[in-house]
């Protein structure tokens, strides 16, 4: 296994331990930033040990993570950290337990590992660029399901709650068309679930590079394709962090699942 990667297991794992004692013994307070999404201090603790432990090992890598107060979206050539200390607030200050720590590590363009930990559950999600995906050290594939209409679609809904009617819109349009419908609360699980077979597909408007940049890749090395249902040309963002319109799912329908999304 890279150092890198060994390097970002152990450190969502020192993260993920630490959230979850915060959490068990109620040590953890809420706020609301930017005006309307959910922020406790348990994900800046974990912000803090992210960073700590990256600057220790690495002082000259850039880090791009969503609790910081300026977030650049660097073109990632030089060597770059993109993390999320808890995906699923929401979740996390709620008791429930689809909640995870997400780092990738960056560099050339190209997001070349990924890690998505849930440390309620213990499952280790991680993947290098063409060395397959795994779970807990196991490797996994997609569930690769021929017919959409046997699909259990993952989704999620914006903290801001603007654009409601085309989220609605495009929930009535898919439906008829799919097994069933989850939301897990943290989209890099949701594409997680992609990965391991749990889901066969995942879509949302509107996700920022620490959300899907650690995800992205360990669906990809799983089998799964991935892609966007409008604005494909926006070369803004690198491809392998820009969540913008994303669909994550097997490739056998991912045509017929992108039509229905347009």
Not at 21 to 27: H, M, T
Not at 123 to 144: D, Q, R, V
Not at 217 to 222: C, F, H, M, S, T
């Given at each position: ?15 993920g ?7 068990e ?21 974990s912000n ?8 220790k090992?690495y002082?000259?890598?850039?880090i ?13 050539q ?5 993390i999320?200390?808890?995906?699923g607030?929401v ?14 590590y960056?560099?050339?363009f190209?997001?070349q ?6 440390p ?30 046997a699909y ?17 819109s ?9 097994r ?8 890099a ?19 920022s ?30 491809d ?9 799912s ?10 229905i999304?347009?």
């Amino acid at each position: 296994m890279d150092a890198i990667l060994c390097e970002a297991i152990r450190i969502a794992r020192l993260a993920g331990t630490k959230i979850k004692e915060i959490r068990e013994s109620k040590q953890y307070s809420e706020s609301v930033k930017d005006g309307y999404e959910l922020v406790t201090t348990a994900d800046l603790v974990s912000n803090d040990i992210i960073k700590s432990e990256i600057h220790k090992l690495y002082c000259n890598h850039e880090i791009l993570s969503e609790e910081d107060n300026e977030r650049k979206y660097q073109s990632l050539q030089q060597p770059t950290w993109i993390i999320d200390p808890i995906d699923g607030t929401v979740g996390y200050a709620n008791d429930q337990y689809q909640v995870a720590i997400s780092i990738a590590y960056a560099v050339d363009f190209k997001v070349q590992h990924g890690v998505v930990y849930n440390p309620f559950l213990d499952k280790m999600y991680y993947a290098s660029e063409n060395a397959g995906a795994f779970l807990n050290g196991s490797k996994i594939a997609i569930k690769n399901v021929t017919e959409l209409k046997a699909y259990v679609i993952g989704t999620g809904f914006p903290h801001k709650k603007n654009g409601i009617h085309d989220i609605i819109s495009r929930l009535e349009r898919i439906l008829p068309h799919i097994r069933d419908l989850r939301r897990l609360g943290s989209p890099a699980l949701d594409i997680c679930w992609v990965a391991c077979g749990k889901m066969q597909g995942f879509y949302e408007g509107a996700l920022s590079p620490w959300d899907v940049a650690a995800a992205k890749l360990i669906a990809i090395e799983a089998g799964a394709q991935t892609g966007y249902y409008k604005g494909e040309e926006d070369h803004s963002i690198p491809d392998c962090i820009n969540g913008n319109h994303i669909i994550v799912s097997s490739p056998s329908v991912f045509d017929e699942l992108k039509k229905i999304l347009v």
